[in-house]
């Protein structure tokens, strides 16, 4: 069964600061790996996908994680957060096929700061 | 496009009440699926649907019914409302696509919140 780790509940940053979020996965098949965003009050957006290919994947804002088969990681990163950047992040795996089922992480909240 | 759209946003029930939470997707996905979410413990899967007549169990079906008659329908149904079940739900949809594919990425809707007192 896959499962997923997210390993900080919190991270506080100041603003323009690089910020890595963390996540470990377990699977015994082949993954995919996604990040998603919830802002305050709202549904769940997608940052970023990994399907195959190259394992540096790039999202939207900024955002960016490296697929390690052998950590069995997915870290998200930015180089540089933003005030808006404040929210909730969650790692998600599946594996796949056609029941697309996600097990989400418990999540991470990123906390902006001036 | 709409995308998911689910009603109502907020919901009070007293224990024992029942209500159906709605989905429904515009985008022709075979796909859909329900998740609550509560603090803590990131999002679980209750139940899930890959088509009009099929439905599974998710990771914490219990106390929930769905049904799916329609692609764009997929209501959940609490029969008998328990304080556990105090949570935000979620709705999402996608198409079957082949594994990997990149066609097989969930669309969620914006919510509802459920206090059952």
């Known amino acids: 069964a896959q499962s997923v780790t997210q390993l900080d509940s919190q991270v506080p940053v100041f603003e323009e600061a690089p910020v890595e979020l963390r996540c470990n996965y377990s699977s015994s098949v082949s993954v995919y790996l996604f990040w998603y965003v919830q802002y305050p009050n709202q549904g769940l957006q997608l940052l970023l996908k990994y399907l195959s290919g190259s394992t540096l994947v790039k999202g939207i804002n900024g955002f960016e994680a490296e697929f390690n088969k052998s950590q069995t990681s997915f870290h998200l990163r930015k180089p540089s957060v933003h005030i808006s950047d404040t929210a909730e992040y969650f790692c998600?795996?599946?594996?796949?096929?056609?029941?697309?089922?996600?097990?989400f992480g418990t999540g991470t909240l990123l906390a902006v700061q001036p | 496009n709409a995308g998911v759209t689910q009603t109502p946003k907020f919901q009070v029930l007293k224990t024992g009440q029942s209500m159906t939470l709605q989905c429904a997707q515009d985008m022709n996905h075979e796909y859909m699926s329900w998740y609550r979410q509560d603090p803590g413990m990131g999002l679980r899967l209750i139940h899930y649907s890959v088509g009009a007549g099929i439905t599974d169990q998710g990771e914490v079906p219990n106390g929930y019914n769905v049904s799916r008659s329609t692609t764009e329908d997929f209501p959940l149904r609490l029969l008998s409302a328990a304080p556990s079940q105090t949570s935000v739900y979620f709705c999402a949809s996608s198409y079957s696509g082949p594994a990997g594919s990149g066609a097989n990425v969930l669309t969620f809707g914006a919510g509802s919140r459920l206090t059952v007192l």
């Open positions: 998600a795996v599946s594996a796949g096929g056609a029941t697309n089922k996600l097990i």
